[in-house]
């Protein structure tokens, strides 16, 4: 099984609104509404903030939100802040395993 | 609150097994409202699915570990471990144990990890 498609970076001004995409097949992403996006700020464990496509955890910033179309994941931050700067991953289910994107790192200019 | 801390050597020798445990407290690892599993992230890399097991002991791994892993329970202690049989250099990698609510392909909770080199 092949990772799913990010790309490796991003990038936005304080304020604006970023897009990143996460690219499956219809094997995994095109298949089920079961992927979710991970935020892992520098030296830190990774972080839920995307599951089930459009749903946040409890003490997300609703900054962030999330949408599918067939094969392709997008999370998109809006109202860049500084402390948005971190790498991002996605991942969703395969049948009967789960599978990760590259991770994009999102830097705020 | 749920927490998880990661524990084991950090150095593993080539050929070896690699064995890690997670101690898991703020709720049992008998409960059925989360799966337990590992994610490993290579130096500088992405990160890695290695497998979830559920609290009765269902077990689902990534295919391209399974010859090699093993995950298992400990109630007694609240702990759940990995093993990963015959490393190699590849296996170097930071190493998570997390919790997933309900369904094994969110991870809720994770650890802070821990770092394991394989060397000769």
């Known amino acids: 099984q092949s990772a799913l498609t990010q790309p490796p970076s991003a990038s936005g001004s304080p304020g604006q609104s970023v897009t990143i995409s996460c690219t499956g097949t219809?094997?995994?992403?095109?298949?089920?509404?079961?992927v979710s996006w991970y935020q892992q700020l520098p030296g830190q464990a990774p972080k839920l903030i995307i599951y089930e496509v459009t749903k946040r955890p409890s003490g997300v910033s609703d900054r962030f939100s999330a949408s599918k179309s067939g094969n392709t994941a997008s999370l998109t931050v809006s109202g860049l802040q500084a402390e948005d700067e971190a790498d991002y991953y996605c991942?969703?289910?395969?049948?009967?395993?789960?599978?990760f994107g590259g991770g994009t790192k999102l830097t705020v200019l | 609150q749920l927490q998880l801390q990661e524990s084991g050597p950090g150095l593993v020798k080539t050929s070896e097994t690699l064995s890690l445990t997670c101690t898991v407290s703020?709720?049992?690892?008998?409960?059925?409202?989360?799966?337990w599993g590992w994610i490993r992230q290579p130096p500088g890399k992405g990160l890695e699915w290695i497998g979830s097991?559920?609290?009765?002991?269902?077990?689902y791994y990534n295919p391209s570990l399974k010859s090699r892993v093993t995950m298992s329970l400990d109630t007694s202690k609240n702990q759940f471990s990995l093993r990963l049989t015959s490393v190699t250099a590849t296996d170097t990698a930071v190493y998570y144990c997390?919790?997933?609510?309900?369904?094994?392909?969110?991870?809720?909770?994770w650890g802070q990890g821990t770092t394991v080199t394989v060397s000769s």
């Open positions: 219809s094997s995994d992403v095109g298949n089920y509404d079961y």
């Open positions: 997390v919790a997933s609510k309900y369904y094994y392909y969110h991870m809720n909770v």
């Open positions: 097991i559920s609290y009765s002991w269902a077990t």
């Open positions: 991942n969703s289910f395969a049948g009967s395993y789960v599978i």
């Open positions: 703020g709720d049992s690892i008998s409960s059925s409202t989360y799966y």
